[in-house]
């Protein structure tokens, strides 16, 4: 068994979706859009795929990881994690994650087991919160606080039995009244029973942040997530000090589980950040989960898809919720999966994720949309 080629399947699709200047997604009009698919191709099989990857980046694994046993996956993820110091514009985490979960994929075709199970299960469903969009200017939706509460009412009535909020960030305002008002106008609008949490512009000076945070607390928040910048540590020290909600972190700070260990020594978020895509794939992942384990602190999964929905099947400590999203109220959730029979995160009426039980990462790709839209 071992690797004969690493390939990056790219289709083209029709996307609703418009990044604003800071990369932040917002409903807009039909346009054309290319995917990636990440293909590890065994010998004997089967296949690993995985949903996103980077020409380059595999064209770089392919170089090193053909002839390699695809079941050694620590071995081949150590291989391209050190290499990313030398090869930064080729090799990133985020680029790395999915060659690590597509090496997953096939240890799970291979046992026959999805991959959670193939982990060690600890559940087999994840309750799910409903995780909007930033803010806007559109007051049919997401353009102010009364937006806002309506459209937490209706993820409620959906099922949603928690909801995050991520409010107004530059180019549509970075005002920290402004989400104080919009996070007041949700609670009053979905009452005490349902959790809500806020992802605030991430760049709020220390004074701000612990402002919105103090409001939070008279809210009864479960918790507020980078609002201020991730790599000002000592910021964050001092806020999670200052504060009794919870503060969460870090999401997107370079480092893998290094970097969560740090903030674990030095206690300064009171819930861990962890996600798939954002420290290199389920192997490191699975790393950062240990550590909060290992320190009784809770963890929260970032991002949505099938890797991090596999991820939260094997935790029976940390990790009450999966992130569905991101959702807007002109938004159809079912888009974002172009390729896809259905989304691998299907929700019921109680607000709950089954995980897939197919073997290997659970995706139901569509062959015949994919071939059909192929680009060279």
Known sequence: MEISDIRTIRFSCESHIDPDEKGHGHPGEPRESTRTITHVVVDGGPDGYCRGGHEAANEFAKKHLVGENPLYREKLWQLLCRAERLNKGTLTDKRV???????????????????????????????????????????????SPEAYADFAEELVEEGYQAVKLHTWMPPFGDDPEQDIAACRAVRERVGDDIDLMLDAHHFYSRSEAKKIGKALEDLDFRWIEEPMDEHSMSSYEWLSNELDIAVVGPETAEGRMHTRAEWIKRDIADIIRVGVYDVGGITPALKAVGLCESF????????????????????????RYYERGLLHPKHDYETYFPGLEHPPDEIDENGVVELPQTPGLGYAFDWDYIDANRVE
């Open 97 to 143: 994650a999915p060659i690590d979960c597509a090496l997953w994929d096939i240890a799970g075709k291979d046992a026959g087991l999805p991959v959670y199970q193939l982990i060690g299960a600890a559940r087999d469903s994840v309750p799910a919160y409903g995780s909007t969009m930033v803010g806007d200017d559109d007051p049919d939706g997401l353009g």
């Open 296 to 319: 009784n602190i809770e963890c929260e999964i970032h991002g949505r898809d099938a890797p991090n929905l596999q991820l939260l099947g094997t935790m029976a400590f940390p990790g």
